[in-house]
């Protein structure tokens, strides 16, 4: 009875307490706004694209790039709604599917997905890839439509499982007879491209739109957008909005960190009872949301990704407190033996290990070893603890975390 007499307490409390939000679902990132400010040049440019299925053309496919939190997928979801409903009115064959390749892992949920949009039915698992990929070329053919694909976080896929996915996809148009397709795709990677096969460049003669960072200007009239939906009349006070929106300003402009540290300090202001939020949320919000961000981070990250970082914790481990790409790729290769998969290159690690370090997951700085030239260290961005914590969910990895791995006898001492 303790136990429910204090949940009946928070409860009462938040019930009885200060009307800080009006609806804070408009604050969270799945949420589609009317009016998007600062990505009319990008909405016009997409719509412009996708325009000839409403005259029962296929559109070019297209690629979309930029950092998180620059609007890629609001803007794309919002012109491809319009879309839609337009089709509907005019009665053109236009479906379209969206697709967030890192939520879904793996080319049979993709096309599992893909299958779904078109009432095609295909188990969860069991089947080969290829037979999902038959079923949905047969019902996608038997319908006679214009089938645009929004491919989401494609890039985490690729990097992941190689580009076979996005090759079918590029050459099924040669195979079908009534219906056709084309393709939205959605990279955080502005380098996307380098990954991929020519052949499949060759294919794609896609269209492209870059989405810049917001600035702190551009971020403010975004959060000012969102807060008179989110808040009651008076609960935001000036000095918080222009504090929120330095902060993702400072982080390459990120909306979506933007938004999350608005919702967030109101949730703290809630719990206190505040009658408004003020600059302090802001900055406690700020400490919440780092944590919480690392966290989804370390939880997305593709496969060889973590595996690598997985070998940078066992360094640190064996007390080896920073070191060179060759240690961590022996490492890197053993730990891929240990789980089946087949290694990167050297030269496509030392790629991931760039990345990692420009997200902050790796510290890596250039060093002079005097007559034997210059070297990378490599050293964790963050505690191992964490590492530890997300890992450890994951049965994969539960076990990599606590191996010892055969190589470490031959990391020499004086790399610590």
């Known amino acids: 009875m303790v136990e429910l007499s204090v949940l009946d307490n928070v409860f009462e409390r938040f019930l009885k307490g200060t009307h800080i939000?009006?609806?804070?679902e408009v604050l969270r990132h799945d949420y589609i706004p009317d009016n998007l400010p600062h990505r009319e040049e990008q909405i016009r440019c997409l719509g412009e694209i996708v325009a000839p299925v409403l005259r029962n053309s296929r559109c070019s496919n297209v690629f979309i790039y930029g950092k998180t939190g620059t609007g890629k997928t609001a803007a794309t979801k919002y012109v491809l709604n319009k879309v839609s409903l337009r089709a509907s009115e005019l009665g053109a064959p236009v479906t379209v599917r969206y697709v967030n390749c890192r939520l879904?892992?793996?080319?049979?949920?993709?096309?599992?997905?893909?299958?779904?949009?078109?009432?095609?039915?295909?188990?969860?698992?069991?089947l080969a890839v290829g037979e999902?990929?038959?079923?949905?070329?047969e019902g996608l053919d038997s319908r006679g439509i214009l089938f645009v694909i929004v491919?989401?976080?494609?890039?985490?896929?690729?990097?992941?499982?190689?580009?076979?996915l996005l090759y079918e996809l590029t050459r099924i148009n040669e195979t079908l007879r009534r219906s056709r397709i084309s393709l939205v795709g959605i990279s955080n990677d502005?380098?996307?491209?380098?990954?991929?096969d020519p052949r499949v460049l060759s294919s794609l003669s896609e269209e492209e739109i870059v989405?810049?960072?917001?600035?702190?200007?551009e971020l403010q009239d975004i959060l000012?957008?969102?807060?008179?939906?989110?808040?009651?009349?008076?609960v935001l006070l000036d000095g918080a909005v222009s504090l929120c929106a330095a902060l993702a300003a400072a982080e390459h402009g990120d909306a979506r960190r933007a938004l999350d540290l608005l919702r967030v300090s109101g949730e703290l202001a809630e719990r206190e009872g505040a009658t408004?939020?003020?600059?302090?949320?802001?900055?406690?919000?700020?400490?919440?949301?780092?944590?919480?961000?690392?966290?989804?981070?370390?939880?997305n990250l593709p496969l060889h990704s973590k595996i690598l970082l997985c070998s940078v914790y066992l360094l640190g481990k064996a007390k080896v407190s920073s070191a060179i790409t060759g240690d961590i790729y022996e490492i890197y290769r053993e730990l891929c033996d240990q789980s089946g998969l087949s290694p990167l290159t050297q030269r496509r690690v030392s790629g991931l290990i760039n990345e990692l370090d420009m997200i902050g997951l790796l510290n890596s700085r250039v060093v002079s070893m005097g007559r034997y030239g210059r070297t990378k260290k490599i050293r964790l961005g963050i505690s191992r603890s964490l590492i530890r914590k997300v890992f450890t969910t994951d049965d994969r990895f539960g076990r990599l975390i606590d191996y010892v791995p055969k190589c470490l006898a031959g990391v020499s001492s004086s790399r610590s």
Not at 21 to 24: C, E, I, L, V
Not at 104 to 114: D, K, Q, W
Not at 190 to 196: A, G, H
Not at 286 to 297: G, L, M, N, Q, S
């Open 190 to 196: 502005l380098r996307f491209k380098e990954f991929l």
């Open 211 to 217: 989405f810049r960072p917001y600035d702190a200007a």
């Open 224 to 234: 000012w957008e969102r807060a008179r939906l989110a808040f009651f009349d008076d």
């Open 132 to 137: 999902v990929f038959d079923r949905f070329k």
């Open 21 to 24: 939000f009006k609806d804070r």
């Open 151 to 164: 491919l989401d976080e494609v890039d985490a896929l690729i990097k992941a499982r190689g580009d076979v």
């Open 104 to 126: 879904a892992g793996t080319e049979y949920r993709i096309f599992s997905s893909l299958c779904e949009g078109l009432g095609v039915k295909v188990p969860f698992t069991g």
């Open 276 to 299: 408004y939020i003020t600059e302090d949320h802001i900055r406690q919000a700020e400490k919440r949301v780092e944590h919480d961000r690392i966290v989804e981070a370390l939880a």
